[in-house]
Each structure stands twice: as C-alpha cells, then as structure tokens.
C-alpha cells in the first residue's frame, strides 16, 4: 500500500509560478512510475506529466510541454512539478498517480494505469 499526499497548490497571477510536490509513504517509491494530472470541475481527469521509476524518463502532455517539469527525489520520496508560465486554463485540482513499474523507464499517461492516488491540491490561475 502506498500513501500519497500533494501540496503546494494556491493562487496565482497568469504568467506565475508555483512547485506541487507529491510524497509517498508506504512503500520503497524507487520501484514505482509517477504521473500528475489534473481535473477542471466538469471535465475528465486529464493526464499533465510522468516520469519513469528511474526518473530518467520523462512525458508531458502537449498543453503544459515547455512550461511544465516534472521530477523526482526518491531519497525524500517525493515528486516535483515545477509550474512557470502559468495560463487561466491551467486552473483544476490536480492529483498525483503512482504504481509499481514493469520496467525502470517505462511511464503511463492513463489514469486507468495507476493504482494509488492522493486528495489532490488545488491551483487557480487568475487572468
């Protein structure tokens, strides 16, 4: 079983930034994919950013690709998602996926792949 819990979600201006983190507990995180995506009120889950168990491998959703990046610090067990240049259609609760990985680069954008989740943090971008 592994528990994850997000952070770092609030309001900010179009043009800003903001860092999510994603910490596991549970288990040994280095074995495990992680994937971030976010929801907007009436629309799907909708994939943003992976990276493979190795982090050495990386994916990201064409809308967020330049703005987005995604990174892992599995000595704090925990995933990064640098956000910059932030746009009013970037606004959803975004949630963090993880799931034991069948090989160490492999990295999975459905939402139907990953077993565990978090409570999700909620971002606001202001126009």
């Known amino acids: 079983q592994v528990q994850l819990v997000e952070s770092g979600g609030g309001l900010v201006q179009a043009g800003g930034s903001l860092r999510l983190s994603c910490a596991a507990s549970?288990?040994?995180?280095?074995?495990?994919?992680v994937g971030w995506f976010r929801q907007a009120p009436g629309k799907e889950r909708e994939f943003v950013a992976a990276?493979?168990?190795?982090?050495?491998?990386?994916y990201y959703a064409d809308s967020v690709k330049g703005r987005l990046t995604i990174s892992r610090d599995d000595a704090k067990n925990t995933v990064n998602l640098i956000m910059n240049s932030l746009k009013p259609e970037d606004t959803a609760t975004y949630y963090c996926g993880t799931r034991r990985a069948y090989h160490s680069e492999t990295y999975y954008y459905s939402p139907d792949d990953y077993n565990y989740w978090g409570q999700g943090t909620q971002v606001t971008v202001s126009s």
């Open positions: 990276v493979s168990a190795s982090g050495g491998t990386t």
């Open positions: 549970g288990r040994t995180f280095g074995n495990y994919a």
